[in-house]
């Protein structure tokens, strides 16, 4: 009786109540990155005597950690999709030697990140930046922060575990422990407040990395509180599994191919804009603040359209997996939507926070606009792309993802580097981008081709 109560409540149902009791933890853990750049940000930005190059350094210090934060996401994903389609099948032990094979894989890709920062990074940050000061705060910043890699990577494992299991709602616990901590350990040591060092812009870094850590632990002692860690056996077998390991590698290598080719395009295009000085670095800083922040809601959307889809195939509902993905899409348009106009309203309350003045203010609005228009066709380009995912051909986002980026790479250089146009030119490659995300997956999800794949 318990175990078919177990089995009834890992496969998901096609209602909006379903898509939204899975999406909305989803994206409260998803906020927990975003709150710690953003608390980041907003305290450096009133660090005394370098509150305006403390803020552009951070855009190149955060963007270039999340390449190794989205590299755990795109492992995190391609395990997301294959518990989601166990747990669609009703495959329940398989669930728990999937989730420990990941966390194996996971750990050794920390290490790998962690060696090439120390090591590698160093010469590229010296060969790309023009200002000697950014590449030192930025090499002293990022030698402490990628610390907390292991920790995060393991954190976003759970991620994977409690989404594909339908159980996201345990989610909230570790998001609120690491956001307040973060926020708290933030003050304390870039201030030297609450008796802690006054570190200043590494503080940021430390406070993150012990926040990180503090996260991990509350998640996995809910995991085994609420008996998650017995009910689907997780560490019964300890057991290096290569075939599962395999099959991780398969599915998530494209992802994480994907998701780390378009974080550093991304930092291709801040050095773009390190060339133009610290005040459109900043302001660019801050419309990635803004731009995550916000975009939370639309990557807990596609974080829903990769599990459920999985989940429904697994059930063998192929034939409803289009009503699915337009369910999800209209909820993440509707959220985006609401987000612009609050922005569009009210741009300067969102920019008086960074502590930069009204000049800053003044050449941001119109960015601002731009990045929040931006965000409507994000919100449902993520959710058929993730739509992708949960098929289980994951090479299809990645072909589709190398195009987009082609595109956005050459766009962004000609016009800032070769035309040396305005930074609002620059981030109208958020357009292009999207659209070149959405146009493929919609259109390979509505050429049925999917249906021949299985994992």
Not at 74 to 101: T, V
Not at 383 to 410: D, F, P, Q, R, S
Request: hydrophobic share 50%.
């Amino acid at each position: 009786m318990e175990s078919n109560s177990i089995h009834n409540n890992l496969q998901v149902q096609i209602t909006n109540k379903q898509i939204l009791k899975i999406t909305f933890p989803i994206a409260l853990s998803i906020l927990v990155p975003q709150i710690n750049f953003i608390t980041n940000n907003i305290f450096l930005g009133h660090l005394d005597g370098y509150g305006k190059e403390a803020l552009a350094v951070a855009g190149i210090t955060g963007v270039f950690y999340l390449i190794f934060a989205v590299i755990g996401s795109g492992l995190n994903n391609g395990l997301q999709s294959l518990i989601a389609r166990r747990a669609g099948e009703n495959k329940i032990d398989a669930i728990g030697s999937l989730f420990f094979q990941g966390v194996i894989v996971a750990t050794a890709l920390s290490v790998i990140g962690m060696l090439v920062t120390w090591f590698i990074v160093p010469s590229i940050l010296r060969f790309s930046l023009h200002n000697p000061l950014h590449v030192q705060m930025s090499i002293d910043f990022l030698n402490i922060r990628i610390i907390g890699l292991p920790f995060l990577y393991l954190y976003q494992m759970r991620n994977a575990l409690l989404v594909g299991t339908n159980q996201s709602k345990f989610l909230v616990y570790g998001t609120v422990a690491e956001t307040v901590s973060n926020v708290v350990l933030d003050y304390g040591l870039i201030f030297g407040k609450l008796g802690m060092p006054n570190l200043g812009f590494n503080g940021a870094a430390i406070a993150s990395v012990i926040a990180e850590v503090i996260g991990l632990v509350v998640i996995f002692w809910v995991i085994k509180w609420k008996g998650i860690s017995k009910q689907l056996k997780l560490f019964s077998d300890w057991k290096y599994d290569a075939e599962n390991v395999q099959l991780i590698f398969k599915t998530s290598l494209p992802l994480i191919l994907q998701f780390a080719l378009s974080i550093i395009s991304w930092e291709f295009f801040y050095i773009l804009i390190e060339h133009k000085g610290s005040t459109d670095l900043a302001i660019s800083n801050a419309m990635r603040n803004i731009f995550g922040f916000f975009g939370c809601f639309t990557w807990a959307f596609a974080s829903t359209s990769n599990a459920m889809v999985s989940n429904i195939i697994g059930q063998g509902l192929h034939h409803r997996v289009r009503e699915l993905i337009i369910k999800i899409s209209t909820m993440s348009v509707a959220f985006a939507t609401i987000v612009c106009v609050i922005v569009n309203l009210f741009p300067q309350y969102f920019l008086l926070i960074y502590g930069q003045g009204d000049e800053f203010i003044e050449a941001a609005i119109p960015v601002i606009r731009v990045v929040s228009f931006a965000m409507i066709l994000m919100s449902i380009s993520v959710v058929w792309l993730n739509a992708v995912v949960g098929t289980g051909n994951t090479k299809i986002n990645l072909y589709i993802e190398i195009v987009a980026i082609i595109l956005y790479c050459l766009y962004v250089y000609i016009v800032l580097e070769k035309l040396q146009l305005s930074i609002i030119w620059g981030w109208g490659s958020e357009w292009l981008y999207w659209s070149s995300l959405f146009i493929p997956s919609y259109l390979y999800m509505s050429s049925n081709k999917w249906k021949k794949k299985s994992s």
